[in-house]
């Protein structure tokens, strides 16, 4: 990318996000001159950067695991996908109005370990099939995915950032390879989480075939051939979640215990003042044209994942 692009590209951001580009507003503690205290930066931030990958794995292993088991395990009266519905439309919500206001008032960390707690309440909320639980678990979880999200982009693009600060190197690598080694942990929390539910859930082999119900001529409601689509007996459900549930509290230990809080993310803030101006900045990009290039995409992705996550799976 050419210097004068990439200044421009960053000066927009900068004027969306009211904030220096470098996110770290004390630079002068980031010099080059201490080589000890570079290196300890470097160490610092690659050892934040893992500790959160590994408390997000242990959280949301359990989390997007029952994500997937929603039409199965709490199938009755459809109470699994209308936590899911209420999940997300929360989500849409917290993500236009909280992040900025909380993440300045509590900080980064703070934000992490409270939706980290909300994540565990909702992974223990499917211990029993009760509408009221479930739907509180799901609005509470909702509300705190948004300023979790934000505080999580924030703190891994802030370690990026510094530890580039001490190397003089391309920041764009370094940004990418941070959130990149975080991808490892966060894609293979779906591959934990299938793997435990298989094991505990796998019900004993029976064979049942019936052609003429066989690929579109599926019905939802006949499920004789396939032994998965039963609800699980109390104590596998029980099993499955406390398990989750206790990977969950443990990666909120973990978090409280190692890692750091970023201590230049608090600012003094005007409350409903700067959850309006979020607002307007977010419906003024909507009109940019990158953006709506990208709704076509963001709207497959939506229904493509609860298609995969209820219809495929149960089929």
Same mark, same amino acid.
Request: glycine share 6%.
């Given at each position: 990318?050419?210097?004068?692009?990439?200044?421009?590209?960053?000066?927009?951001?900068?004027?969306?996000?009211?904030?220096?580009?470098?996110?770290?507003?004390?630079?002068?503690?980031?010099?080059?001159?201490?080589?000890?205290?570079?290196?300890?930066?470097?160490?610092?931030?690659?050892?934040?950067?893992?500790?959160?990958?590994?408390?997000?794995?242990?959280?949301?292993?359990?989390?997007?695991?029952?994500?997937?088991?929603?039409? !199965?395990?709490?199938?009755?009266?459809?109470?699994?996908?209308?936590?899911?519905?209420?999940?997300?439309?929360?989500?849409?919500?917290?993500?236009?109005?909280?992040?900025?206001?909380?993440?300045?008032?509590?900080?980064?960390?703070?934000?992490?370990?409270?939706? !980290?707690?909300?994540?565990?309440?909702?992974?223990?909320?499917?211990?029993?099939?009760?509408?009221?639980?479930?739907? +509180?678990?799901?609005?509470?979880? @909702?509300?705190?995915?948004?300023?979790?999200?934000?505080?999580?982009?924030?703190?891994?693009?802030?370690?990026?950032?510094?530890?580039?600060?001490?190397?003089?190197?391309?920041?764009?690598?370094?940004?990418?390879?941070?959130?990149?080694?975080?991808?490892?942990?966060?894609?293979? !929390?779906?591959?934990?989480?299938?793997?435990?539910?298989?094991?505990?859930?796998?019900?004993?082999?029976?064979?049942? !075939?019936?052609? +003429? *119900?066989?690929?579109?001529?599926?019905?939802?409601?006949?499920?004789?051939?396939?032994?998965?689509?039963?609800?699980?007996?109390?104590? *596998?459900?029980?099993?499955?979640?406390?398990?989750?549930?206790?990977?969950?509290?443990?990666?909120?230990?973990?978090?409280?215990?190692?890692?750091?809080?970023?201590?230049?993310?608090?600012?003094?803030?005007? @409350?409903?003042?700067?959850?309006?101006?979020?607002?307007?900045?977010?419906?003024?990009?909507?009109?940019?044209?990158?953006?709506?290039?990208?709704?076509?995409?963001?709207?497959?992705?939506?229904?493509?994942?609860?298609?995969?996550?209820?219809?495929? +799976?149960?089929?």
């Amino acid at each position: 990318m050419d210097k004068p692009v990439r200044e421009h590209m960053l000066s927009e951001v900068a004027e969306d996000l009211r904030q220096n580009p470098c996110i770290n507003e004390d630079e002068d503690d980031l010099g080059l001159g201490d080589k000890s205290k570079a290196k300890r930066i470097r160490r610092n931030s690659l050892g934040n950067l893992i500790v959160f990958a590994v408390c997000y794995f242990l959280c949301y292993t359990g989390f997007w695991a029952l994500s997937n088991l929603q039409s !199965t395990m709490n199938a009755a009266g459809g109470l699994g996908d209308y936590s899911q519905a209420v999940i997300y439309i929360f989500s849409m919500i917290s993500s236009l109005f909280l992040p900025k206001v909380l993440i300045d008032k509590f900080g980064c960390k703070n934000i992490l370990v409270w939706g !980290t707690l909300v994540c565990a309440f909702s992974i223990a909320s499917n211990m029993f099939l009760r509408w009221d639980l479930m739907m +509180t678990a799901a609005v509470l979880f @909702g509300l705190a995915n948004g300023p979790f999200v934000a505080a999580q982009t924030y703190y891994i693009d802030e370690m990026a950032t510094r530890f580039q600060s001490t190397i003089r190197g391309n920041l764009e690598f370094i940004m990418a390879l941070f959130f990149g080694l975080f991808s490892v942990f966060s894609e293979s !929390t779906q591959v934990s989480g299938n793997l435990l539910s298989y094991y505990i859930l796998n019900p004993p082999p029976e064979n049942v !075939t019936d052609t +003429t *119900e066989c690929g579109a001529e599926f019905i939802p409601t006949a499920n004789d051939t396939n032994q998965n689509l039963n609800p699980p007996s109390d104590y *596998e459900r029980h099993l499955l979640v406390g398990i989750y549930l206790g990977m969950a509290l443990l990666s909120a230990v973990i978090m409280v215990v190692f890692l750091d809080p970023l201590k230049n993310d608090l600012k003094e803030g005007k @409350g409903c003042k700067i959850m309006l101006e979020r607002v307007a900045s977010a419906f003024k990009h909507l009109l940019k044209p990158h953006q709506l290039l990208l709704l076509p995409l963001s709207v497959y992705i939506g229904l493509e994942g609860p298609f995969y996550g209820n219809e495929v +799976t149960q089929v």
